[in-house]
């Protein structure tokens, strides 16, 4: 057996153990590589289907073995059945608390809000600037990387650009 990250998922040799009941569906081979590459930014995870891998194929395909082909590979040994996988057991207590006192729901909690009673309507949103910079844009820094591009002779927009086209040409 080997353990497949920190969630409790298993790796069994064979098709099945005795008595085992195996992850359904990973006979399919892109379902298998599908489960499998979902293990690959674990590196606890991706360490074991190392050693799972070393174990089942031959030296050779182990020398420059990138994540992706353990992922691959890990996956065809899935369909063929050589290994199978165990779900992580379900815990015991159901996943429900023990708490012996029920816990207050937010809306119970907060009393409905009263309507207002002066009648004033909610400020509008401002309305949109007709500007063509954003309103986080940086403007003093904008120009002065313009005034630098023009004194260096860099085209900065397409009128420039242009010129700059022509000049070349001529």
């Known amino acids: 057996m080997v353990r497949l990250g920190a969630h409790g998922w298993e790796l069994h040799p064979g098709s099945r153990c005795g008595g085992c009941e195996p992850y359904p569906g990973l006979r399919d081979g892109v379902f298998a590589r599908v489960f499998v590459q979902g293990f690959a930014n674990d590196a606890l ?19 420059r073995l990138f994540s992706d082909d353990a992922v691959e590979l890990l996956g065809d040994l899935l369909e063929r059945g050589v290994w199978h996988v165990h779900a992580p057991a379900p815990p015991k207590d159901n ?3 023990k708490s012996e006192t ?11 809000a009263a309507p ?4 004033a309507a909610p400020r509008p949103a401002p309305p949109p600037e007709d500007g063509s910079l ?13 005034k630098t591009a023009a004194a260096l002779g860099i085209p900065f927009c397409e009128e420039c650009a242009k010129a700059a086209l022509q000049r070349g040409a001529a």
């Open 134 to 146: 954003p309103r986080n844009a940086d403007e003093a820094a904008i120009a002065a990387s313009m």
């Open 102 to 112: 029920e816990e207050l729901d937010i809306a119970e909690m907060v009393p409905a």
């Open 45 to 63: 995870a991706m360490g074991a289907i190392r050693e799972v891998l070393r174990e089942a194929l031959p030296p050779w395909t182990m020398i």
């Open 95 to 97: 996943g429900g608390g």
């Open 116 to 119: 207002a009673a002066s009648g």
